[in-house]
């Protein structure tokens, strides 16, 4: 066992401070990674405060992350994959039964028994796990996913969170050239979603509350904004779009977006407001339309979006930021004041 450092939160009203935890000497299949970057998703916002008290109540202390990029430390005997020096990365998931349907399907992300970076129990120790808010991370190989060497690190952390979850939906519903692709809410996730998007070749239609972000939104690949207060801009589009992913993090009317579907039109939601949403029949009775969720993405996923933006040259817009600055960066990702995520340098932690 290692001690090893950390950043915690002791319970849903403090704030984050140094703290140690303890981490696995590595097994045979094992990966020990230091960590380099680690992004700050709104869904670390969400567990840090308990907001998902009645689905997944948070255990303290806990130590967020998920957007994971490090450097292979040490690879146990039995490791294919990885060799110390190499680069890695880890998102969402350390651990699942692999045997289940989904598992055997590539889907482990729904697995019943799968184990989530931060906040599952350890399979291990027997403890909470604890996510990238710290110095490393052991994790068997089959979680830990291959960064193609072109890709900078800081931008490249958030795709292990922001990027799947906004890709795996547009391949799931075939997102693709020509289609006209609507995307609700310009923060982590929204600007990964409407980078895909675009280098997808669909028309790509943004939907922000923050007027200051319309340039962003054109240059990060949109065709099109629309200040979504402004019903006389939404009413434009109504009855056009063949996807619409809403990424939004709180409370707000998802049925405005439903209307502004095509006959079998999908809308799905990644955000994961505290509160549910209400939804109105008609707008998904008339048209046939649809509206889905979904879940980050696979591990075989994960790695093709990687190699994806390898080939393509895409990683997040990010802030990077010490892990000293991490309250404050909660409170401006709360204000919608972000470019479009923060990455924490992961050295401010050991310095
Ligand atoms: P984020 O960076 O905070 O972005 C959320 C965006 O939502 C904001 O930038 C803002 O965009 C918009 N927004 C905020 N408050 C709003 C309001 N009251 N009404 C309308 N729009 C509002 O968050 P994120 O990290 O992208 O995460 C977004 C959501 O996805 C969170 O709920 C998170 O937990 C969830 N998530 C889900 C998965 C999954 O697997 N399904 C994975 C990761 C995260 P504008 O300024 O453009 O309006
Ligand atoms: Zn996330």
Request: charged share 20%; aromatic share 8%; with cysteine.
């Amino acid at each position: 066992m290692n001690k090893i450092k950390a950043y915690a939160a002791a319970s849903a009203t403090s704030p984050f401070g140094p703290a140690m935890i303890e981490r696995r000497e590595p097994g045979p299949h094992d990966v020990q990674i230091e960590i380099l970057f680690c992004g700050i998703c709104h869904s670390d916002l969400h567990y840090a405060r308990d907001e998902w008290h009645d689905l997944m109540p948070t255990v303290y202390p806990c130590v967020p992350g998920h957007e994971i990029v490090g450097r292979v430390a040490k690879a146990g005997s039995g490791v294919a994959k990885f060799k110390a020096g190499d680069l890695a990365a880890v998102g969402c998931m350390v651990d699942s039964d692999r045997t289940c349907p989904e598992c055997r399907a590539g889907l482990e992300q729904f697995c019943p028994n799968q184990t989530m970076t931060y906040g599952s129990k350890d399979n291990h120790l027997g403890l909470p796990t604890y996510g990238g808010y710290s110095d490393l991370i052991v994790v068997d190989e089959h979680f830990v996913l291959h960064v193609p060497s072109n890709l900078d690190l800081a931008g490249a952390a958030p795709l292990l969170c922001a990027g799947i979850t906004t890709y795996s939906p547009m391949r799931h519903w075939g997102v693709t050239k020509g289609q006209k692709v609507g995307v609700v809410g310009l923060g982590g996730l929204g600007h990964m979603a409407v980078k895909f998007a675009h280098a997808l070749g669909a028309h790509v239609v943004v939907f922000t509350t923050s007027p200051s972000k319309k340039e962003d939104a054109l240059r990060l690949g949109a065709d099109e904004v629309v200040i979504s207060r402004n019903a006389d801009e939404m009413r434009k589009h109504a009855g056009s779009f063949h996807f619409i992913l809403d990424a939004v993090a709180a409370e707000h009317d998802i049925n405005t977006y439903i209307w502004l579907l095509r006959r079998d039109g999908n809308i799905t939601l990644v955000g994961a407001p505290q509160k549910p949403l209400a939804v109105g029949a008609f707008g998904l009775l008339l048209g046939r339309r649809s509206l889905s969720g979904s879940l980050i993405g696979g591990i075989a996923e994960t790695q093709e979006m990687l190699d994806f933006c390898g080939t393509q040259g895409i990683t997040a817009d990010v802030e990077v930021i010490p892990i000293q600055k991490v309250n404050e960066a909660y409170e401006r990702m709360l204000r919608s004041d972000v470019k479009y995520r923060f990455s924490i340098d992961m050295a401010s932690l050991r310095s």
